[in-house]
């Protein structure tokens, strides 16, 4: 259960368990609709017997709405076999009709209990559980991870994997398999990765991979570099709070040791050569949510420090915009988890498309990072609440990182200009942490707010990214309607929207960058508070000027312009957190959401 409580941030509308005991004849279940509490408390009632191997599953419905017949595990082979599910079988409707043109009887509506059925009929047959799984991955179709035990072979677990996530823990005299190694991190530190297509077999004694066709498969494991007190609260009511406050850890370790004495960046896996990156004529940055934002900040540093055109595409729209991709063009995938099937698809695309990919990913392993032809891990550690706070900053930093790195490459940048931007981003980390140790005014504007209906966040320039991520946070966690907009957009149609007390947040920019910029946002906080909006404003210190426009200022450390979106959304990440928390909602865990979308 506690492998299943860390992975619980994966999907909660429903949990189940099945375990093998002495019974060979049948597995033990519980599942249970609802968060894993309720598993536990349906347990705590009818518990199971002592086991020998054991699958578990925490759900997010894709087939079936969120009920107890459609929690996994589903059971096959009159209860013998049980089998769980992450991603969606895209032929299940023509496979469950000739399961049931067999005189197969379904219990759920999920495609995942025609693998079950498939898996039974081949052990029926003679195959074992391991044989049974490689004959039936060839026949399914789509993205899935698939477990299976059956108490006919009472000492193991059977796993297969195609694009989605499945990693192996090897402990001693017991081997786990997870979604995400947070599931075993308590018992192990020592992991294997499984790649695309692969069928996998555990007992405690060993572990067993091989590919699709029965090969068998040879792999180093590697080394977890966190433990299990950072999956942890440490201290805080919930992993979001822990984790904005992770934040300045987060960026000191992104950048920790990424130059090397010739100015070149360290990259963590993989290669693109030094010719390949002098010749490309453009980025494409492909990610979704928060992590698009990042590659937003990312693109205005980019193109201001290396001269080369930087577009950000929403990964899932990507490929299907049949965008002009090449050999010159590099592909910078951004993922917090790493198995973003949207992100992953994107990567794919570019990469037949001749283009190389670099990924910037917080997932060791991942299947992103494994796909990619280079990496630069964000050393975020593991973000749990399902809503991005850490990983953000820490993708920003990744993404100032191969600026300064593609700079002083390609020679836009003289090497005491290169120095100077690393010391500048080295200052950030303690600046992030004046900003968490002045929050006490945005949590307490927060806790007025619980009613309000509607809130509207602008910016301009690295402050619009900040101003969709402070509305993304709100939407996620207080479900309460919030938009970000281009300050510059307002007058175009959104003022339209501005009515007597209508709470808008407005990301000022430093009156030190373009004079300009900082005026003409002053200048829409203008327009709106004259038609009676609520404007509270996110601002530098020592601008003199935004006091006078607003109810509330909420001061953040003067940094470089294209830097401080390091600073400005962490008040916005506050504002959300304590919202949420004053409507008593589970800011770790919204409604609807899961913390990695592993289908397209
Ligand atoms: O794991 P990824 O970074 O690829 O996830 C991308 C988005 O799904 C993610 O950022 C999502 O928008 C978060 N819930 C935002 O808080």
């Not at 017949?69 to 009159?78: I, Y």
């Not at 969606?88 to 009709?97: D, G, K």
């Not at 706070?389 to 490459?409: D, H, N, R």
């Not at 919030?482 to 947040?505: D, R, T």
């Amino acid at each position: 259960m506690g492998g299943l409580a860390r992975l619980e941030y994966r999907g909660y509308d429903s949990a189940g368990l099945a375990v093998v005991t002495s019974d060979r004849d049948r597995v033990g279940m519980r599942k249970k609709a609802g968060k894993l509490v309720n598993l536990e408390k349906e347990l705590a009632g009818r518990p199971l017997e002592p086991a020998t191997a054991a699958i578990g599953h925490t759900r997010w419905a894709t087939h079936g709405a969120p009920t107890d017949a459609n929690a996994h595990p589903h059971l096959a082979a009159h209860g013998r076999l049980a089998i769980i599910h992450n991603g969606i079988i895209e032929n299940f409707s023509a496979l469950r009709a000739e399961l049931q043109s067999e005189g197969v009887e379904f219990l759920s509506e999920t495609d995942t209990e025609v693998a079950g059925h498939l898996l039974a009929r081949e052990v029926d047959r003679g195959e074992s559980l391991a044989d049974a799984m490689r004959i039936i991955t060839r026949r399914l179709e789509g993205a899935f991870t698939l477990l299976a035990v059956d108490a006919s072979e009472p000492r193991t677990v059977v796993g297969a994997r195609r694009n989605s996530p499945l990693v192996i823990g090897l402990g001693e005299g017991e081997n786990f398999l997870g979604s995400d190694v947070v599931a075993f991190i308590e018992h192990t530190r020592t992991a294997l990765e499984l790649h695309q297509d692969e069928v996998v077999e555990i007992t405690p004694e060993g572990v067993t991979i091989t590919d699709i066709a029965g090969h068998t498969v040879e792999r180093e494991p590697y080394h977890v570099d966190w433990d299990a007190t950072a999956a942890q609260k440490g201290g805080f009511p919930t992993f979001m709070e822990k984790e904005i406050h992770d934040q300045p850890t987060a960026v000191a370790d992104t950048l920790r040791g990424r130059i090397d004495e010739h100015g070149r960046l360290q990259l963590d896996g993989g290669m693109i050569h030094e010719n390949v990156l002098n010749s490309i004529d453009k980025i494409i940055v492909v990610a979704c949510g928060t992590a698009a934002y990042a590659g937003l900040v990312g693109r205005n540093a980019i193109e201001h420090w290396c001269r080369i055109p930087v577009e950000v595409e929403l990964a899932h729209e990507f490929r299907y915009r049949d965008p002009v991709v090449g050999v010159k063009t590099l592909v910078v995938a951004i993922s917090q988890s790493g198995e973003t099937m949207d992100t992953i698809m994107a990567v794919r695309h570019a990469q037949q498309q001749g283009a190389p990919v670099i990924a910037i990913v917080n997932s060791q392993g991942s299947t992103i990072a494994r796909e990619a032809d280079a990496v630069l891990y964000t050393r975020a550690g593991p973000e749990i609440a399902v809503a991005s706070t850490k990983a953000f900053l820490a993708q920003i930093t990744a993404m100032f990182l191969l600026g300064i790195y593609l700079a002083e490459l390609r020679g836009n940048k003289f090497p005491d200009e290169i120095e100077s931007l690393l010391d500048q981003l080295e200052e950030i980390p303690a600046k992030i942490q004046r900003v968490l140790d002045a929050s006490e005014p945005v949590r307490a504007l927060a806790r007025t707010m619980a009613d309000e209906r509607t809130v509207l966040f602008l910016g301009r320039h690295v402050g619009y990214p900040v101003a969709m991520e402070g509305a993304l946070k709100l939407k996620e966690l207080a479900y309460i309607h919030a938009e970000g907009f281009p300050a510059g957009e307002l007058k175009h149609g959104p003022i339209a929207l501005i009515e007597e007390g209508q709470p808008v947040f407005i990301v000022l920019p430093s009156p030190r960058g373009r004079e300009s910029l900082h005026s003409k946002v002053i200048s829409n906080v203008q327009e709106v508070r004259a038609r009676g909006a609520r404007t509270f404003v996110i601002a530098e210190e020592g601008d003199t000027e935004a006091a006078n426009h607003a109810e509330q200022v909420f001061y953040v450390p003067a940094a470089p312009v294209l830097m401080t979106p390091l600073l400005s959304v962490v008040p916005l990440q506050l504002f959300a957190l304590e919202l949420a928390t004053a409507k008593g909602y589970d800011v770790d865990q919204p409604r609807n959401l899961a913390k990695s979308v592993t289908v397209e």
